[in-house]
């Protein structure tokens, strides 16, 4: 009788450590999300309707994408998007890079833009992604402020070195993927 009451104590503590862990991680995970995610997602959900609302999207995309039949014009448009003030708010939802992305797909399908392009517009239109959640992620992470301090401008210029870079890569990774 002893053997099976240990076994039963045994099963039953087992059982409630893995109920309290889970229950635990569940209520750190909705704190978490309250206190982090729902008010950047109001943020987002703001800047998104602003650059909407105003049409800036529209006017930057249209601004920027005569430039994307050339290599110098794709890195013009690159570093744009990734200028450091501009990048975060380029970054929610990329409405920018989906405007630019339609616009040169389109001039891509027409023929007006070589599709050799095709590869590098996609880096030179994306150089803000992640740029946005870059101070969400470190609080989620519950950074130090001196952290977020370094780290938030350090990945914004990195960016701004690293998004041209992608498009030299991708310009030179195209050779060849379409042959007529």
Same mark, same amino acid.
């Given at each position: 009788?002893? %053997?099976?009451? &240990? ?17 635990? !991680? ?5 704190? +978490? ?11 987002? /959900?703001?800047?998104?309707? =602003?650059? =909407?609302? +105003? ?26 998007? %990734?200028?450091?003030? =501009? ?6 939802? !990329?409405?920018?890079?989906?405007? @630019? ?8 399908? &027409? ?6 392009? !095709?590869?590098? !517009? ?16 470190? %609080? =989620? ?13 350090? @990945?914004?210029? /990195?960016?701004? @070195? ?5 498009? @030299? ?12």
């Amino acid at each position: 009788m002893d %053997a099976i009451n &240990k076994l039963l104590v045994t099963i039953g503590r087992s059982v409630g450590g893995v109920v309290g862990t889970l229950y635990q !991680a569940g209520r750190d995970a909705v704190e +978490t999300t309250i206190r982090n995610v729902i008010p950047f997602m109001a943020f987002i /959900s703001f800047i998104i309707g =602003l650059i =909407l609302a +105003t049409g800036i999207g529209d006017k930057i995309a249209n601004a920027i994408s005569g430039s994307a039949s050339s290599l110098g014009g794709l890195l013009l448009v690159s570093v744009v998007c %990734a200028i450091p003030v =501009l990048s975060p708010l380029l970054g929610p939802g !990329a409405v920018i890079a989906q405007i @630019v992305g339609t616009l040169l797909g389109v001039e891509i399908g &027409k023929g007006t833009i070589p599709a050799q392009y !095709a590869l590098p !517009a996609l880096f030179a239109i994306n150089p803000q992604v992640g740029c946005d959640f870059i101070p969400v992620g470190l %609080a =989620l992470g519950e950074a130090e402020p001196e952290t977020v301090e370094v780290g938030v401008p350090a @990945v914004l210029f /990195s960016r701004l @070195v690293t998004g041209p870079l992608a498009v @030299v890569i991708a310009y030179f990774a195209s050779f060849g993927l379409y042959n007529n």
